[in-house]
Nanobody, 124 residues
Framework: QVQLVESGGGLVQAGGSLRLSCAASGFTFSGYAMGWFRQAPGKEREFVAVIRRGGSTRYADSVKGRFTISRDNAKNLVYLQMNSLKPEDTAVYYC??????????????????WGQGTQVTVSS
């Protein structure tokens, strides 16, 4: 049974930091690209970051230089370190796994497995 379980969300003031974690099970973690998406109320789910099988990364322009994605294949974990948070970062953050090969991974339909999401709220 595939599971992706996010943790680490919460309430933080603007300029603060949070680290999200995603624990994966039920599939061969190292064989998947892992991504983070977010969805704010009334908006579509949007790409945040991806880390490919080999460890290369890609970020949305809105988070580049502030967020860092990483993975630990030995522990089946993926992280999203979020620094210099802004109120516009407020959203539910989702961890996702993709078996596809892609240049961008910005399309949510490439990801077959999803977590339940964790709320991140940034106050001004």
């Amino acid at each position: 049974q595939v599971q992706l379980v996010e943790s680490g969300g919460g309430l933080v003031q603007a300029g603060g930091s949070l680290r999200l974690s995603c624990a994966a099970s039920g599939f061969t973690f190292s064989g998947y690209a892992m991504g983070w998406f977010r969805q704010a109320p009334g908006k579509e789910r949007e790409f945040v970051a991806v880390i490919r099988r080999g460890g290369s990364t890609r970020y949305a322009d809105s988070v580049k230089g502030r967020f860092t994605i990483s993975r630990d294949n030995a522990k089946n974990l993926v992280y999203l370190q979020m620094n210099s948070l802004k109120p516009e970062d407020t959203a539910v953050y989702y961890c996702a796994a993709s078996s596809y090969y892609s240049d961008s991974y910005s399309d949510p339909s490439l990801f077959g497995y999803w977590g339940q999401g964790t709320q991140v709220t940034v106050s001004s």
